[in-house]
């Protein structure tokens, strides 16, 4: 059974950062890219950013250039998403995705609030 689980979101002020990480399980982690979504409050998805199987190439939203980090332990089967100078406009559910957007986690919530 595939199992993707997200942790690290919490409440933070704008200017703070937060590290995401996904535990996954279930698959050969190593072999897929993998992507992180958020869904802002009444918004749509979002997708934010994603990473090859071996990590050797990344991509992201224009909106997080420079401010985020994807990358990943393929020893861990862990993702993980750096969250630097967050914006209150980051406000979301991120959730961790597999692939072809297959299997997605639970989400883990960040506010970003004074």
């Known amino acids: 059974e595939v199992q993707l689980v997200e942790s690290g979101g919490g409440l933070v002020q704008p200017g703070g950062s937060l590290r995401l990480s996904c535990a996954a399980s279930?698959?050969?982690?190593?072999?897929?890219?993998m992507s992180w979504v958020r869904q802002a409050p009444g918004e749509g998805l979002e997708w934010v950013s994603a990473?090859?199987?071996?990590?050797?190439?990344?991509a992201y939203v224009d909106s997080v250039k420079g401010r985020f980090t994807i990358s990943r332990d393929n020893a861990k089967n862990t993702l993980y998403l750096q969250l630097n100078n967050l914006k209150p406009e980051d406000t979301a559910v991120y959730y961790c995705?597999?692939?072809?957007?297959?299997?997605w986690g639970h989400g883990t919530q960040v506010t970003v609030s004074a």
């Open positions: 995705v597999k692939s072809f957007w297959d299997y």
């Open positions: 990473i090859s199987a071996g990590a050797s190439d990344t």
């Open positions: 279930g698959f050969t982690f190593s072999i897929y890219s």
